[in-house]
């Protein structure tokens, strides 16, 4: 069966795996934290790619950052990573093949060959974590846009001003959907700015964890509008915490298109990895 | 060249032209006022379709409402027209065929074909009248999603049920963006309830305006930053009364996606209509 050598890049950490083409992991995940420089993390892929490039196929990468839509590099800055790391040479890091995509985007791929969007044309993936992730399928095919950087959740929550997202503008989804979100809406509502989600989440302090859940259903019901997908498959850390049923529920009531689910992801916490490795070998 | 017999199906009007494949108007454009019952609207299509579809191919309607995917009846309710209507059977309307799409897509699939965003793959198309149209046009493609519903620009301008919204939900980017919403946008501001749309453009009351252009604006930013389009256009009776310049400069300054145009709809008036034809037609 073919395999993938697949390398999953977050600002914090990095993964690394083989995967074949029925989104299985073959190998140990390798794991690392992420360096601070450009020339650490180009050292450190080389290492990994030089051990296993014979094994597999093709090089998959789940990458922090947009991807543009040749699969072969990263359009504009990516946050918490070293600056240059946008100006990365993927291609020339292996004599083999090198396929590119965002993370959020594999995640969401992952989820729609193997996971819980499997047989569902139309998906839009949210990954709430410490920001939120976009992830988005038409018609079977994962949107990009006109340069690939489509999928990003920054639409507003409000319009006067009131919480400053990390984007450089205000009070888009993210920065209340997200686990920083929350933390702020605990802030907001508990006066304290030294509460932390953790607090929130042991004492299920349920004025504060519903508000945030408000917030995640009406950036739901938008999606439904624009999209009328089958499916809104909610994942990474903070998903944990929301009530599927209840959003499902509700965002039904409140939509003008027609029903849809929501689900929680199914494809593990390597669905960057998988989804990218099913990407890049080219499995539909 | 091949044409169409075009039918725009709106709560207030109805519309009837004889258009080519070129989206050329070739007959005068018939008008009447929408009929109250549902008996009296299949009758004036009856009478409409009888005097003109000997010279026609196919017969093409625009209308208010969801359509399906298989372009031949409504999803759902329409508002202000005669509640019967979504169960209207098109299809037995002519013994030539029928092709039924909503107006707001025909009308992107217009400007995309003749019009502002001709030779661009990517584009969303706002129609600000008394509510707000959505015409989403992907990879060259109409977007409709898994039912046909897609393009609803119902997603929330802020979450705490401050404005109510025709669709019965809060606070949608229709009740901002609209005329209607730039009445209400007014009556906050002025405190006056019998302020009219009117009133504020005549008297170009900048606070007013600049509410409304900067909702408008936030809405933009939010699309932007979901589909990373060519562009954004905006049609309709209100798109008069924007800066288009103001929208575009501002929004890209806003973005995490990549650079987009705004740009004013250039096929006119009767573009559902146009629209309505050339897909019709199959003009691609």
Not at 89 to 116: C, M, R, T
């Given at each position: 069966?073919?395999?993938?050598?697949?390398?999953?890049?977050?600002?914090?950490?990095?993964?690394?795996?083989?995967?074949?083409?029925?989104?299985?992991?073959?190998?140990?995940?390798?794991?690392?934290?992420?360096?601070?420089?450009?020339?650490?993390?180009?050292?450190?892929?080389?290492?990994?790619?030089?051990?296993?490039?014979?094994?597999?196929?093709?090089?998959?990468?789940?990458?922090?950052?947009?991807?543009?839509?040749?699969?072969?590099?990263?359009?504009?800055?990516?946050?918490?990573?070293?600056?240059?790391?946008?100006?990365?040479?993927?291609?020339?890091?292996?004599?083999?093949?090198?396929?590119?995509?965002?993370?959020?985007?594999?995640?969401?791929?992952?989820?729609?060959?193997?996971?819980?969007?499997?047989?569902?044309?139309?998906?839009?993936?949210?990954?709430?974590?410490?920001?939120v992730g976009?992830?988005?399928?038409?018609?079977?095919?994962?949107?990009?846009?006109?340069?690939?950087?489509?999928?990003?959740?920054?639409?507003?929550m409000c319009?006067?001003?009131?919480?400053?997202?990390?984007?450089?503008?205000?009070?888009?989804?993210?920065?209340?959907?997200?686990?920083?979100?929350?933390?702020?809406?605990?802030?907001?509502?508990?006066?304290?700015?030294?509460?932390?989600?953790?607090?929130?989440?042991?004492?299920?302090?349920?004025?504060?964890?519903?508000?945030?859940?408000?917030?995640?259903?009406?950036?739901?019901?938008?999606?439904?509008?624009?999209?009328?997908?089958?499916?809104?498959?909610?994942?990474?850390?903070?998903?944990?915490?929301?009530?599927?049923?209840?959003?499902?529920?509700?965002?039904?009531?409140?939509?003008?298109?027609?029903?849809?689910?929501v689900v929680?992801?199914?494809?593990?916490?390597?669905?960057?990895?998988?989804?990218?490795?099913?990407?890049?070998?080219?499995?539909?």
């Amino acid at each position: 069966m073919r395999t993938a050598l697949a390398i999953d890049v977050g600002g914090t950490k990095i993964y690394s795996a083989i995967i074949n083409e029925k989104g299985e992991i073959l190998s140990e995940v390798e794991k690392y934290h992420t360096p601070k420089t450009f020339s650490e993390i180009k050292s450190l892929f080389e290492d990994i790619i030089k051990r296993h490039e014979d094994e597999v196929e093709i090089i998959a990468f789940a990458t922090c950052g947009a991807v543009n839509n040749t699969n072969d590099g990263i359009l504009g800055s990516t946050g918490n990573i070293a600056k240059e790391y946008p100006s990365m040479d993927f291609k020339a890091l292996s004599q083999k093949p090198v396929y590119v995509e965002n993370d959020a985007n594999a995640a969401a791929w992952a989820e729609h060959i193997i996971g819980a969007s499997k047989g569902m044309p139309y998906s839009v993936m949210l990954t709430l974590g410490t920001g939120v992730g976009g992830g988005i399928i038409l018609d079977n095919k994962l949107y990009k846009g006109k340069n690939g950087a489509a999928g990003e959740m920054h639409f507003k929550m409000c319009t006067d001003k009131h919480r400053k997202c990390t984007c450089g503008s205000w009070d888009c989804f993210e920065a209340y959907a997200s686990g920083t979100g929350l933390k702020k809406t605990a802030e907001e509502i508990s006066g304290n700015p030294e509460i932390t989600t953790y607090d929130v989440i042991e004492k299920n302090d349920r004025e504060i964890l519903d508000r945030w859940q408000n917030d995640i259903l009406e950036g739901i019901i938008g999606l439904a509008n624009i999209f009328d997908p089958d499916v809104i498959v909610l994942s990474g850390s903070m998903a944990e915490f929301v009530d599927i049923n209840y959003l499902e529920k509700e965002a039904n009531k409140e939509i003008v298109t027609t029903p849809f689910k929501v689900v929680k992801a199914t494809a593990g916490n390597y669905s960057g990895m998988i989804g990218a490795a099913l990407l890049a070998l080219g499995v539909k």
